[in-house]
């Protein structure tokens, strides 16, 4: 069936640097990867998302990449900020439902 | 910025009970969504609904559940007989899809506690 693996599923880095979170999807049919930044007790914002017609976007310290070949996609947070932390999720979609990733647990350590 | 809006914001029933969730999804949306967060667990998807009809469903979407636009504005979820492990976060979510990409906005969640 469908499936979305994301890793880390944790990820500690010092105010500053860089993270990177990565998915892959199987379903061959997705053409819509959002990723969503869900603090603690909130409902999932969008912070990105990318479509299967590009292969890079970039947000002012956020960046998506894809690769569809390999049915890859990485989140990338550059300098970041303490309120950066929280939960992210990948999803992948091609039809109605989203399918989520397991979730990484972001800390960004002052 | 429009948002989707649910209530109530945390339920807590009895195992037997049955829960209405209801949702207001994004006025010029044509697209509905229900999904789940088990504490500490990813998000599912559950039921995607449209033109009056549901449009797919998940494997956790059975008999216990239904879902239901009552009017213009409203979408609810019934789970007609909780269970203990219906206990989770339901996220509403609603869209308006462009062509062949799906943005779904989120709803702020109704928790469920079922004892």
């Known amino acids: 069936g469908e499936n979305v693996e994301q890793h880390p599923s944790t990820l500690s880095v010092q105010e500053g640097d860089s993270a990177v979170i990565k998915c892959t999807y199987s379903d061959s049919a997705s053409n819509y990867f959002p990723w969503y930044k869900q603090e603690l007790g909130k409902r999932p914002q969008l912070i990105i998302d990318i479509r299967s017609n590009v292969g890079e976007k970039k947000d002012q310290r956020i960046a998506v990449t894809l690769n569809k070949t390999a049915k890859h996609f990485s989140l990338h947070i550059t300098e970041t900020q303490p309120e950066d932390s929280a939960v992210y999720f990948c999803a992948a979609t091609g039809t109605y439902k989203y399918i989520f990733g397991t979730g990484t647990r972001l800390k960004v350590l002052a | 910025e429009p948002e989707v809006t649910q209530t109530p914001s945390h339920q807590v029933t009895q195992m037997g009970q049955e829960v209405i969730l209801r949702c207001v999804p994004i006025?010029?949306?044509?697209?509905f969504y229900w999904y789940r967060q088990i504490l500490g667990q990813k998000v599912e998807f559950l039921v995607s609904f449209y033109n009056n009809e549901i449009s797919e469903k998940s494997e956790i979407f059975d008999d216990q559940f239904s879902v239901e636009r009552p009017d213009g504005s409203n979408f609810t979820l019934k789970i007609r007989s909780t269970k203990l492990e219906d206990s989770a976060m339901y996220f509403c979510a609603s869209s308006d899809w462009e062509g062949v990409y799906n943005e779904q906005f989120f709803g702020p969640g109704t928790r469920l506690t079922v004892l």
């Open positions: 006025s010029n949306h044509l697209y």
